[in-house]
């Protein structure tokens, strides 16, 4: 049901007016910098679902292009400004996509999704390495001016626009594509498609969203350093996605801000949490692998099975 | 330092053909990336800290439990975890790398965040060609190359070797043959697991052992893949070999900051260039 | 098998539909001590026996936070069994903030805005320092930092008074520390009369200005400088390269798991080197069974040893392994235990827990700790050297951490690793 066209959108245009006002009923700074966090990992889910669920290229390195994102207004933020730092952030992201994806997706089987999982912990050490510029260990600061309010607001229109964008993207000729990709290459690139162009556009579509989302997320945490590219990033935005529901868009949004709020609840579980983690994915991977997004179609299907079988 | 180059090249291409052979194996005969097998390296050294510190086992025992152990766990993922979704590349790729991070979870709770150790094998050391290598090195670097040969010789002369290969050319065939695929996977499971337990065993004495230490040795095991094409054993020793002496020439002559850099190079390199192993005749 | 599949999925959500539920309304993070526990909301009142709430926070899943954790709850019990601040009990709330920084900042914002902290101590990572700290100075609340060592915290008290001014390192900064290390090894190679010397030190920037000054001080009897990646985890290339060099002896800068690995392959490859300088792992008491008592000869800057260097700082030790079964091990645990302590004087001194009085108290005020007398200076760093704080070396021997440096603290003589007593 969710995944009819006009549902998915009155639910995002629902969601983001039930956050907007959210602060005006509450004053609890935590609970915005909780959302604002949420905002920003619905990006990076959505973005994440754009090229592992619907071209099918699985991918388990989402960190590199929020780190890239990052690392850009922290270390340029001060010499060109904050928007042409988060602008720079981008480019870099979407060039880097290009590079790995002219490399690692023609391939069949898994070497992209290796590919991108070994990436981040490589530019992990090379941060160490060039510390001149990404200040090591220690990471850069990040003063933007920008109220937290403000910030919220920010994330949640960003949130809105990239959520809403690629809705529509995957509802046109383009996204069709990106579905026959999936399921179908060689059948796809037999009707005369280039199917390297349009994974390419996905994946730099999807790197771009998360360098965006990389330079905001370090104005929130006012500071950058190496583990924004630590592989627990990649992993959370991978269950986000799953949870939610890979290939659906909406699902992963549900499954960023449905996360979000679990980890708060679970804090209280203290070293067992990332053990949840590891074990929630599993869960999901192995009982629900379409995500809960699409629990109701699979209830009223398994229903309609039952129904008039008189077991 | 030429010497030093060629023989702590030589020593960490053994151990690097160890990590990457069991990956390339389940890769290239069951098309089934398993990330969880550095983790299979760590826990073979935490059961062997585990049996040697805490129930004061001897080595060889301890050894030999870790490699059954480790043997076990990876035949119950495989036949819990993996096989249902054998089908669907993705799906074994979330899971076993969630299994991984879950094992890791596991070392961590039970065993806390401090480095563990294990005991040498042998201790002392011996000079070649005005190089102290330490024994427990030499006893690695011939183990490895022992295990690979027989390895290489299980595949290309037995019976099992035969119906091995055949499943990993053509799985559908070999079952319309008779043969019973599962079993076969399930063998080259261990098999994997083994040679991943050994590795740990021998390396852990000069190595740390920590929860997280089974993350290099996964990008060391792609990149070997990458390298030397799948399933294929000479393959994996020439892979193992351009990454360890890759390493060393960077870490001696040039600088040991370098070496990350290096490899990214190198797996950047391999991947656009010879995706399918330096040593392949296919196109794709 | 898909009815059971279906109840599970079924409960799955439910557990999650509920959990989005309860976090909106705000659930209590892990709070505990010797006076119970508060879940939910916390009305601020000012009644007597209400009790003072202080947040410890850290990477309680690494040594270094673990030090934290166990020092914080032997630090509070101190606290409380002596009555408390003002006559109130104290109450800690621990969040582990996993070595990240966004985690960190979550937790540090649940405990300002959630469990409404009075006060903060902790985190011995400076990039999550560093990004705690604007939140918590926002709030207007005391930040004790209790193991970072980047100069970084405290130019905020210089430059920018006004906001930065909660902001407490009862710890050595890196400068602090680089001269600690290059003073210490300065002694060592003019007793014993060394020609040549090596640097292996951690490609880190915290290091950087010491590995200036280092060649700088000993310019021509420096003959190997080596900068390995901080997570290296074989050196026999770097050893070769050591004992082709010639060097007699060589300063150490390891903060990571460098330690173990370094050492092991130092002695069984029988390398004629002597070791001093700072390997974390060294500082703990498992060092010496995780290196199969290799370490024996190796010096390491530790804070906190078994030494009079106040009254306080052998019952802080043996406290401690009454307490866990284990020595002290690394620094932060004993500069947390001193911060607490010095907090609880200042809180005591000042008649009140609001901010800025406490701030006067500490800026003010000369206090003993464990680790030292404990004056803070301008930047709110404090002063080190004798009289204040010490910076003090151990040695590996024969399974203790026996203190060999400076001269009045040092409590045995320094010994050669077993394989170079020929000399």
Known sequence: ?311 | ?284 | MSKLRRSFTVVMTLILALSMLLAACGGGSQSSDTQGSSEGQNTGTSGSQDPIKIGVIGAFQLQAGKEIEDAAKLAIQTINENGGILGRPVEAVYGDTKANPEEGKKVVERMLYQDKVDFIVGEHRSEVALAVQPVIMEAKKIFMNTGSASPKVTEGVLNDYEFYKYTFRPMLDSNQLGDGFLQQFNDLVTEQNFAKVALIAESAVWVDPIVEQFQQIFGDKVVYVERPPTDTKDFSVILSKLNESGAEAAMLLFSADQGITFVRQWAERQIPVVLSGYVVQAQSPDFWAQTEGKTQGLMTWKMGVRSEVTDKTIPFWDGFEKAYGRVPGPYPGITTYDALLVLADAVNQAGTTESDKVVEALENGTFTGASGIIQFREDHGYNTGQGFVPFTVIQWQDGEMVPVWPNNVATGSMINPPWMNEQ
């Open chain 1, 1 to 311: 049901m969710l995944t009819r066209f006009w549902n998915a959108y009155w639910l995002v245009g629902l969601l983001a007016l039930l956050l907007a006002l959210i602060p005006l009923v509450s004053d609890s700074y935590y609970l915005l910098s909780v959302l604002t966090l949420a905002n920003l990992y619905a990006v990076f889910a959505v973005s994440w679902d754009l090229v592992s669920g619907y071209i099918g290229k699985l991918s388990l390195g989402q960190a590199l292009f929020i780190g890239f994102g990052a690392f850009a207004v922290g270390m340029y933020h001060d010499s060109i400004g904050i928007i042409p730092s988060i602008a720079l952030g981008a480019i870099i992201s979407v060039v880097a996509a290009l590079i790995i994806g002219v490399a690692s997706l023609k391939l069949t089987g898994p070497y992209f999704s290796l590919t991108t999982m070994v990436l981040p912990l490589i530019f992990y050490q090379l941060t160490y390495t060039f510390r001149d510029i990404t200040g090591g260990e220690f990471g850069l600061t990040v003063s933007a001016g920008i109220g937290r309010q403000a910030l919220f607001y920010i994330t949640l229109a960003f949130m809105l626009i990239c959520v809403i964008g690629t809705l529509m993207l995957v509802r046109s000729r383009t996204g069709k594509i990106f579905i026959a990709i999936r399921e179908d290459e060689l059948g796809c690139a037999a009707l005369g498609n280039n199917v390297l162009y349009y994974k390419l556009l996905a994946f730099s579509l999807s790197a771009l969203m998360s360098g965006i989302g990389g330079g905001l997320l370090a104005i929130y945490l006012r500071h950058v350093s190496p583990t924004v590219f630590d592989m627990w990033q990649s992993i959370t935005i991978l269950i986000m996605g799953i949870a939610g529901g890979m290939g659906t868009i909406i699902g992963p949004v549900l499954g960023a801000y449905g996360l979000s709020f679990l980890t708060e609840w679970l804090r209280s579980t203290e070293q067992f949490q990332d053990f949840i983690y590891a074990g929630l994915l599993i869960v999901f991977v192995m009982l629900l692998p379409q995500g809960i997004i699409t629990l109701r179609r699979q209830f009223s299907a398994l229903r309609k099975k039952t129904d008039g079988k008189g077991t």
């Open chain 2, 1 to 284: 330092m030429i010497i030093d180059i060629v023989i702590f090249g030589l020593i960490w291409t053994a151990i690097y053909a160890l990590i990457g052979l069991g990956f390339s194996l389940i890769f290239g005969v069951a098309n089934i990336m398993n990330l969880a097998h550095g983790a299979f390296f760590m826990i073979a050294s935490y059961i062997v800290f585990m049996l040697t510190a805490q129930a004061h086992l001897g080595l060889l025992w301890a050894a030999l439990g870790a490699i059954i152990f480790t043997i076990i766990i990876a035949v119950l993922i495989y036949w819990a975890f993996i096989r249902p979704m054998r089908n669907a590349m993705t799906q074994v790729l979330i899971i076993t790398l969630a299994l991984a991070m879950l094992l890791e979870q596991i070392v961590l709770l039970v065993f806390g965040p401090e480095p563990r150790y294990v005991p040498s094998i042998l201790t002392g050391g011996v000079n070649i060609l005005g190089v102290r290598v330490t024994e427990q090195q030499l006893l690695t670097f011939f183990i490895a190359i022992i295990l690979i040969a027989v390895v290489w010789m299980l595949l290309s002369k037995t019976n099992i070797g035969r119906i091995v290969r055949a499943v990993s050319q053509d799985a559908e065939m070999a079952s319309m043959l008779g043969v019973d695929t599962e079993r076969v996977y399930m063998f080259v499971m261990a098999l994997s697991a083994a040679l991943a337990a050994t590795a740990g065993i021998l390396v852990a004495p000069f190595l740390t052992v920590t929860p997280t230490m089974g993350w290099s040795p996964i990008l060391v095991a792609f990149t070997i893949v990458v390298l030397g094409g799948l399933g294929n054993i000479w393959g994996t020793l020439a892979g193992a070999m351009i990454v360890a002496f890759a390493e060393m020439i960077t870490s001696y002559a040039i600088h040991p900051q370098l070496k990350d850099a290096v490899t990214f190079t190198i797996l950047i390199l391999a991947l656009i260039f010879k995706p399918n192993g330096l040593f392949s005749r296919e196109v794709k």
